[in-house]
């Protein structure tokens, strides 16, 4: 294991060495703004469609909390041995 263990070298290779400041690659203003301007807007696109959706959920979310009440119900007043 130890022989192993010696062949297979580090487990762990370093990172490469840090880029300096004045290598970072530098966009000019306008490209800075459209770029802020689209991420600032995807939030919106994203949900332009969806408010049917939003209902459709809502209508669900209360016929499953509503059918809890409602087998109570049921059983109290059909079964109410088993209550």
Known sequence: ?????????P???SPPPAAR??????FDQV???AVLGAALAAPE??????????VLQLGWAVF????GPAV?????????EIL
């Open 21 to 26: 400041a004045e290598d970072a690659p530098r």
């Open 64 to 67: 499953i909390i509503g059918l």
């Open 72 to 80: 109570l119900f049921w059983i109290y007043f059909n079964k109410p």
């Open 45 to 54: 696109a994203a949900h332009a469609a969806n408010q049917g959706y939003a």
């Open 1 to 9: 294991v130890a022989a192993l263990w010696a062949l297979a070298g």
């Open 11 to 13: 487990p762990f290779v």
């Open 31 to 33: 490209a800075q703004a």
